[in-house]
């Protein structure tokens, strides 16, 4: 079955370093990979769409990549803050059919130290 | 403010009981998904409706039921309790519920089964 993975351990960087967190597929290559910010006992927070046929997006500080080659997904977040603080997921649909699923990564809870 | 509201905001409920979960999506949103959260699992996605049909399912229990009435609002149902089920559960809305639409999420609904 189709599954994403996503770092389960936290990352921790340093206010104005870029922040990476790396998700990865199995299987099928999906047409869609979205990214959603999540504050502890929030509703996740849509930030960033990228389809299968794009290499890369950005907005503001924020970059996502998709490497179909490589079945992984990259999302950077550039001159970090200590509000960038939050767990993020990954999320993916339109593979195999399952045009109508929004399947979503454990997430990885980034840490930015002041 | 997401503009999708769920009720209640927390429920704790006994082993074997039934509930009722409610969501109310953005204005003009169409498809309303649901999905669980818990400490070991992460977002799971439960079931997903448009304009009161289903059109997909997830991992959803037997126990579980949801519909979405005409006017879009949708109720999650929740049968037999057990203490497994203890979740966060979110509701989300999209406009139409095609693959390149973000989703906006509620605030959740914390149950406790004790």
């Known amino acids: 079955s189709q599954k994403i993975e996503q770092n389960s351990e936290a990352l921790n960087i340093q206010e104005g370093k870029t922040a990476t967190l790396t998700c990865n597929y199995t299987?099928?290559?999906?047409?869609?990979l979205q990214w959603y910010r999540q504050d502890p006992g929030r509703g996740p927070v849509f930030l960033l769409l990228i389809r299968e046929n794009e290499k890369e997006k950005r907005k503001e500080r924020l970059k996502v990549t998709f490497d179909t080659t490589l079945k992984q997904s990259l999302f950077h977040i550039t001159a970090s803050q200590p509000a960038d603080s939050a767990t993020y997921l990954c999320a993916q649909t339109g593979y195999g059919g399952a045009t109508n699923k929004l399947i979503f990564g454990t997430g990885t809870l980034l840490a930015v130290q002041p | 403010d997401s503009g999708v509201t769920q009720t209640p905001k927390h429920l704790i409920t006994a082993t074997g009981q039934r509930v009722t979960l409610r969501c109310s999506p953005r204005s003009g949103d169409l498809s309303v998904y649901w999905y669980q959260q818990s400490l070991d699992q992460g977002l799971q996605f439960l079931i997903h409706y448009y304009n009161g049909e289903e059109r997909a399912k997830g991992n959803i229990l037997e126990r579980f039921s949801a519909q979405q009435f005409p006017d879009l609002h949708s109720e999650l149902n929740l049968s037999s309790l057990e203490l497994g089920d203890s979740a966060l559960y979110f509701c989300?809305?999209?406009?139409?519920?095609?693959?390149?639409?973000?989703?906006?999420f509620g605030s959740g609904t914390q149950l406790s089964v004790l």
């Open positions: 989300a809305s999209s406009v139409t519920g095609l693959p390149n639409e973000k989703l906006f």
């Open positions: 299987n099928y290559s999906p047409a869609y």
